[in-house]
């Protein structure tokens, strides 16, 4: 079994900055792509940004120039360095990765969350 732990979140005033963790554990072979996805109360779940094994990485319009993602793959961990955040970035932030398990068997799995407040 593979299991995805966020951290990272919290309460941040507007302008502030927090980065977010997210360590992939259990049976893995390799980790393909991962990215953030975030959530708010009544809306959509959105791809926040998005990162290859390769480290190629893509964002959504609204935070390209205030959030980095990142990877270490020697850690099976994704992060998302976000500055400059707004209340409109207040939602839960969860991370999700495509890992190959064994070389015939390849599964998306998610975390479980992680809160982000920004608000003064």
């Known amino acids: 079994q593979v299991q995805l732990v966020e951290s990272g979140g919290g309460l941040v005033q507007p302008g502030g900055s927090l980065r977010l963790s997210c360590v992939a554990s259990g049976r893995i072979f390799s980790i393909g792509a991962m990215g953030w996805y975030r959530q708010a109360p009544g809306k959509q779940r959105e791809l926040v940004a998005h990162?290859?094994?390769?480290?190629?990485?893509n964002y959504v319009d609204s935070v390209k120039g205030r959030f980095t993602i990142s990877r270490d793959n020697t850690k099976n961990t994704v992060y998302l360095q976000m500055s400059s955040l707004k209340p409109e970035d207040t939602a839960v932030y969860l991370c999700?990765?495509?890992?190959?398990?064994?070389?015939?068997?390849?599964?998306?799995?998610w975390g479980q969350g992680t809160q982000v407040t920004v608000s003064s």
């Open positions: 999700k990765a495509r890992v190959i398990v064994t070389l015939t068997l390849v599964n998306d799995y």
């Open positions: 990162i290859t094994s390769g480290g190629n990485t």
